[in-house]
């Protein structure tokens, strides 16, 4: 079989009209109707039916684009894999990342990675971990950066930092007269925590079992941004990173509540499918991660519960 007859074919099913083809494809209307007769001839069948205003594709037809469309996607992933090879001149990165760390940590990561290979087309999905999981395990991802628990065995996993979660409070809430507190005193505090599915919430929920508590938030909203402005309306209590409330604890507008027998500190990880070979923007990514979000080797301070 042709692959050029099988591009023109494709481009025919896909418009549904030759004139229309024949212009996408920058060749006269006669070439791209002699190569579709061509293909019928070699493979013995009719492909599509002519009508007055366009073509119509045959159940033969129809078999055939299905398979048309994976083989020409295969041939420009590996025109894309071939150009990659030659370098960063260009290329294509597609990165996932959790709520939390696609907010305030991954954008200056790739904003170094452009800096550095302009060429490079970037892509960043931000959903929660599990979500972000299943994109670099459906090949929609080529990496991703999470934090809390990874799934599947069929990920490759990094630790790549570690970052703590902190109880933060508006300034005007009681419990910060009482601070520090020990962590039974949570059984008596609204608590808010993100959604479902989310790897700060796996992480926070592990840490209060540890001491023995199965706490029911009283709202459970989508974002950081939007459990930072319930706790600050006086909705609650809540467990973020340290990384998402940087600018907030300096202007005091939320204040830290420390506890006397509680400190959640959570692995940051970069994962990868497994036997998949990184194309060349992937590699100078992972590789830049590693550099800049070496993990600290200290201990982390007593009284701690590390994932």
């Known amino acids: ?16 009209n030759l004139t229309r083809a024949a212009r996408e ?23 599509v039916d002519r009508l007055p205003r366009g073509v119509r594709l045959t159940a ?43 907010s305030y ?43 809390g628990f990874v799934a599947s065995d069929m990920l490759e996993v990094e630790t790549v930092t570690a970052d703590d979660m902190i109880a933060i409070t508006a300034p005007n809430h009681p419990a910060q007269a009482r601070a520090p507190l020990w962590s039974d005193a949570l059984r008596e505090l609204p608590l808010l925590m993100r959604e479902i599915g989310s790897g700060s919430r796996e992480v926070v929920e592990a840490a209060l079992r540890s001491r ?9 909203p989508g974002s950081t941004e939007a459990i930072k402005n319930a706790v600050l309306h006086g909705l609650g209590i809540a467990f973020v ?41 992937t590699s100078a990514f992972i590789a830049l991660t590693q550099r800049q979000l070496r993990r600290s080797r200290s201990e982390p301070p007593g009284n701690a519960y590390t994932i």
């Open 60 to 102: 033969a037809g129809e078999i055939l684009y299905t398979h048309a469309q994976r083989i020409l996607q295969s041939e420009r992933t590996a025109e894309q894999e071939l150009r990659d090879l030659r370098g960063l001149g260009r290329g294509k990165l597609s990165v996932g990342a959790s709520t939390t760390v696609g």
């Open 105 to 147: 940590l991954v954008p200056s990561l790739l904003g170094e990675l452009h800096r550095l290979h302009p060429g490079v087309q970037l892509d960043l999905t931000i959903a929660n971990s599990a979500a972000v999981q299943s994109a670099v395990l459906e090949n929609r991802c080529d990496v991703g950066l999470i934090e």
């Open 212 to 220: 023995g508590l199965a706490l029911e938030p009283v709202m459970s």
């Open 241 to 281: 990173s340290r990384l998402s409330v940087v600018h907030e604890l300096a202007s005091r507008r939320l204040l830290e509540l420390p506890f006397r027998d509680l400190h959640v500190r959570r692995d940051l990880l970069l994962i990868s499918l497994r036997g998949k070979r990184h194309s060349p923007a």
């Open 25 to 47: 494809l920058r060749v006269s209307q006669p070439a791209v109707s002699k190569q579709l007769n061509d293909l019928e001839h070699d493979l013995a069948t009719q492909l």
């Open 1 to 16: 079989m042709n692959l050029n007859h099988l591009r023109v074919f494709a481009s025919v099913a896909e418009h549904g």
